[in-house]
């Protein structure tokens, strides 16, 4: 059974880097046909789409956070991981790691509340 | 990209069938088969109850059905019961390939 779980800061000032990582379990990121992404929540509203990454590294990313966003993958640690920037209050929310089938998201981590607040 | 348009709210009582839409464009809902329905309860992750418009992840019980015509996904609760009350979200892929989610349904069981 697949398992994903998110680390990382909780707490992240207004214009800092969020940076979070995402450790499998259960299945290898290099010998999936998957994607690996990130989505999140903001507290009392809905989801919303981060980006994807392929396991060969290429990646995509929501339009409205393609300029501060990065997903990256470390095959050897079976990890990937989230790197936002310049963030405000309005990055604050619930960020989920899963695994994509087909662009769907089937496997998905517990969830890590980041706040960005000084 | 827009968010999938779907009802703030939908109730029913015990034992009836309930159905939340989940509206799009031909760009997305209305394009793909990879639309899927995530069930979610306050302050837990989402859980994959339907994908590729139709289909059921092993343990998901036969209760949820999805479906698609046009632009427009549906999601079918039968024989509701207390447990289904959540949260239901939408998502599709997109000809500009992104994820687009819907706002999100609250489902109350009465």
């Known amino acids: 059974q697949l398992q994903l779980q998110e680390s990382g800061p909780g707490l992240v000032k207004p214009s800092e880097t969020l940076s979070l990582t995402c450790t499998v379990s259960?299945?290898?990121?290099?010998?999936?046909?998957?994607?690996w992404g990130w989505i999140r929540q903001p507290p009392g509203k809905g989801l919303e789409w981060i980006g994807n990454?392929?396991?060969?590294?290429?990646?995509y990313y929501n339009p409205s956070l393609k300029s501060r966003v990065t997903i990256s993958v470390d095959t050897s640690k079976n990890q990937f991981s989230l790197k936002l920037t310049s963030v405000t209050a309005a990055d604050t929310a619930v960020y989920y790691c899963?695994?994509?089938?087909?662009?769907?998201?089937?496997?998905w981590g517990q969830g890590t509340l980041v706040t960005v607040s000084s | 990209q827009s968010a999938l348009t779907q009802p703030a709210s939908v109730s029913g009582s015990p034992g009836q069938s309930i159905t939340i839409s989940c509206t799009g464009t031909?760009?997305?809902?209305?394009?793909?088969?990879?639309v899927s329905w995530y069930q979610q309860y306050p302050g837990k992750a989402p859980k994959l109850m339907i994908y590729?418009?139709?289909n059921r992840p092993s343990g998901v019980s036969n209760r949820f059905s999805g479906s698609k015509s046009g632009n427009t996904a549906s999601l079918t609760i039968s024989g509701l019961q207390a447990e289904d009350e959540a949260d239901y979200y939408c998502?599709?892929?997109?000809?500009?390939?992104?994820?687009?989610f819907g706002g999100g349904t609250k489902l109350t069981v009465l």
């Open positions: 590729d418009v139709s």
């Open positions: 899963a695994t994509l089938g087909r662009w769907q998201p089937s496997y």
């Open positions: 998502s599709s892929y997109t000809s500009t390939t992104t994820l687009v």
């Open positions: 259960g299945g290898s990121i290099s010998g999936s046909n998957y994607y």
């Open positions: 031909s760009s997305d809902v209305g394009g793909y088969n990879y």
């Open positions: 990454i392929y396991p060969s590294g290429t990646t």
